[in-house]
C-alpha cells in the first residue's frame, strides 16, 4: 500500500510538473527569440530512462545547439502520441509497434530516433514460480496493460490464453502473492520489489518471442519538415546526451530528475541507470560499441508491421517503413 500510495503521488507531482512547464513553454517573459523552443513529452515521470534527455538538458547541449528545449513530465496518462498529433509536443517518448497504430488512425507520427533498441517491458515473475516459458502462461491471470499488443502476439503465436487484470502501476501485489505475474519495465520495477521485501524477480522478455520493439522518440511530422535543421540538432545533442550518462558522469541528469520528480531517490537512480547499462538497451544487447545509439532498422520495422497485418490489427500494405519511421534526421554514426 505505501509503494501504491507513493505512486500515487508521484503521478500527482507529474501532473502538477507537466502544467508548470506547459505555462513556462507557453510564457513570453520566458522565450528566447533566438532559440527554437522544442517541447518533449515523457511517458513517464522523470527517470533514468529518460536519461539522455536529462543529461543533454543539464550539460546544456540543448542550448548550445540553438533550442530551447521543455521536457514535460508524462504518467499513466501520459497520451504521448495524442499530445504530438496535436502540436502540444514536437516530440515524444513512446513506444514504436503501438505507434504504428496510432498512425494508421490518422495520427500524424513519425518515429525518428530509438530511446532504448530493445523496449524493456517483460513479465515479472517469481524466482520459484513454475513458469519457465510462453507456453506456460496458458490459463495464468497476468496484470498487464490492456492494450499491450504483445499480449494478442503471445495468444496467436502460441496458441494460448490468458486472463488480463487491468494494470494498477504498483507492484504491492506481486510482492504479496508468489504466484503473481505482471507486466514491468525491469530497469525500474524489481527495485522496489527488492524494497519491499521480495527476493529479485525473474523474467520472460518479449523479444525472446521474436517481438522486438523499440522505445523510441516520436516527432510531429509536420514540424519536423518544417524545421529539418532543429530536429537534426536535437538528436545530435541528445544522443551525446546518452552516451554521456552511460559513459561519464551521471550526476546532472540525476540531479535534475530528482527535481523534476521528488520521489527519486540516489539508490533508485543508480540502480535503473546500471541495468540499463548492463543490459545494453541504449546500444543494443549484441552491440560492442556505442555507435547504435538512437538508430532505427528500417528491417525491424517492416517485422513490426507484419506482426501487426499478420494480427489484423492493420490491413495488409496499409502503411509503409517510410510511413512510419525515418533514419534522415539522425547525424551520422560516429566511428569509435
Known amino acids: 500500500m505505501k509503494k501504491h500510495l507513493r505512486l500515487i503521488l508521484a503521478t500527482l507531482v507529474a501532473l502538477a ?25 515523457l511517458d513517464w515521470v522523470p527517470e533514468p530512462e529518460h536519461g539522455g534527455l536529462f543529461q543533454a538538458q543539464a550539460r546544456g547541449w540543448f542550448r548550445e545547439a540553438g533550442l530551447d528545449v521543455t ?71 497476468i496484470m498487464a496493460r490492456p492494450g499491450w499488443i504483445f499480449l494478442d502476439y503471445l495468444r496467436q503465436k502460441y496458441a494460448i490464453d490468458f486472463t488480463v487484470i487491468p494494470f494498477n502501476f504498483s507492484v504491492s501485489n506481486f510482492i504479496a502473492d508468489p504466484a503473481f505475474i505482471q507486466q514491468g519495465y525491469y530497469i525500474a520495477e524489481p527495485f522496489f520489489i527488492t524494497q519491499g521485501g521480495a527476493p529479485a524477480p525473474k523474467y520472460l522478455y518479449a523479444w525472446d518471442a521474436g517481438y522486438d520493439s523499440y522505445a523510441v522518440l516520436i516527432a510531429n511530422p509536420e514540424w519536423a519538415k ?88 492493420l490491413p495488409p500494405g496499409a502503411l509503409k517503413v517510410p510511413d512510419v519511421m525515418s533514419t534522415e534526421y539522425l547525424p551520422p554514426a560516429p566511428k569509435l
Not at 510538473?17 to 513529452?41: G, I
Not at 521536457?71 to 509536443?89: D, H, M, S
Not at 533498441?117 to 513454475?130: C, I, K, Y
Open 71 to 141: 521536457l514535460v513530465p508524462g504518467g499513466p496518462n501520459a497520451l504521448v502520441n495524442q499530445r504530438i498529433a496535436t502540436g502540444q509536443a514536437q516530440l515524444g517518448q513512446g513506444e514504436s509497434v503501438t505507434t504504428l497504430l496510432d498512425v494508421h488512425k490518422g495520427l500524424p507520427l513519425l518515429q525518428v530516433a530509438a530511446v532504448f533498441q530493445n523496449d524493456p517491458s517483460v513479465f515479472l515473475l517469481h524466482a520459484d514460480n513454475p513458469v519457465r516459458d510462453f507456453k506456460d502462461l496458458a490459463g495464468r491471470k
Open 226 to 313: 518544417q524545421n529539418p535543421a532543429a530536429l537534426r540538432a536535437f538528436l545530435a545533442a541528445y544522443i551525446r546526451g546518452w552516451r554521456d550518462y552511460l559513459e561519464g558522469d551521471p550526476a546532472p541528469a540525476h540531479a535534475a530528475m530528482k527535481q523534476a520528480n521528488p520521489n527519486n531517490t540516489d539508490a533508485f537512480l543508480a540502480f535503473s541507470r546500471q541495468m540499463i547499462i548492463d543490459e545494453k538497451l541504449v546500444i543494443g544487447r549484441d552491440a560492442t560499441d556505442a555507435t547504435r545509439i538512437g538508430r532505427l532498422d528500417p528491417a525491424r520495422y517492416a517485422r513490426q508491421l507484419k506482426i501487426v497485418e499478420d494480427l489484423k490489427l
Open 17 to 41: 510538473l507537466s502544467a508548470c512547464a506547459k505555462k513556462d513553454a507557453a510564457s513570453p517573459s520566458n522565450a528566447n527569440p533566438a532559440l527554437t523552443p522544442v517541447t518533449v513529452q
